[in-house]
């Protein structure tokens, strides 16, 4: 049995935030930030640094998401309840292409990550 809590990580696919062709962005709804008044947090992914940790983990699913955050170093992005963009990302995420305990599990979400980035690297 797997110990991730992924609460409801959204990952969009490129161009649905910021318009962005090379990257990922995980979005995670922290409900007990900013106070207690909710935040996003955004995690910026790119293709190399995913299958770097793949590799590194030998693509076991506990280890690729409890060490996926050590590959984005300040790479991360807030957006607090009560900002301009706050509510935009709510939407978006509502209806992201991709939330774990909605449409799949860590396995899934992790191979996802997986196609993506070979699929970049490969173009």
Same mark, same amino acid.
């Given at each position: 049995? &797997?110990? !991730? !809590?992924?609460?409801? %990580? /959204?990952?969009? &696919?490129?161009?649905k935030i910021h318009g962005c062709e090379e990257q990922l962005y995980v979005i995670y709804l922290n409900e007990n930030a900013n106070d207690g008044n909710s935040s996003f947090e955004i995690e910026i992914l790119d293709a190399p640094r995913i299958?770097?940790? +793949?590799?590194?983990?030998?693509?076991?699913?506990? $280890? +690729?998401?409890?060490? &996926?955050? $050590? =590959? =984005?170093?300040?790479?991360?992005? =807030?957006?607090?309840?009560? %900002?301009?963009d706050f509510d935009e990302l709510y939407e978006a995420y509502q209806n /992201?292409? +991709?939330?774990?305990?909605? $449409?799949?599990?860590? +396995?899934?979400?992790?191979i996802f990550l997986v196609k993506w980035a070979i699929s970049k690297i490969t173009n």
């Amino acid at each position: 049995m &797997l110990s !991730i !809590i992924s609460g409801n %990580d /959204a990952v969009f &696919l490129p161009g649905k935030i910021h318009g962005c062709e090379e990257q990922l962005y995980v979005i995670y709804l922290n409900e007990n930030a900013n106070d207690g008044n909710s935040s996003f947090e955004i995690e910026i992914l790119d293709a190399p640094r995913i299958l770097k940790c +793949f590799s590194d983990v030998n693509g076991n699913v506990e $280890d +690729f998401f409890g060490n &996926l955050p $050590d =590959y =984005y170093h300040g790479e991360w992005k =807030y957006c607090n309840k009560g %900002d301009s963009d706050f509510d935009e990302l709510y939407e978006a995420y509502q209806n /992201a292409d +991709f939330i774990v305990g909605r $449409d799949g599990n860590p +396995f899934e979400e992790m191979i996802f990550l997986v196609k993506w980035a070979i699929s970049k690297i490969t173009n």
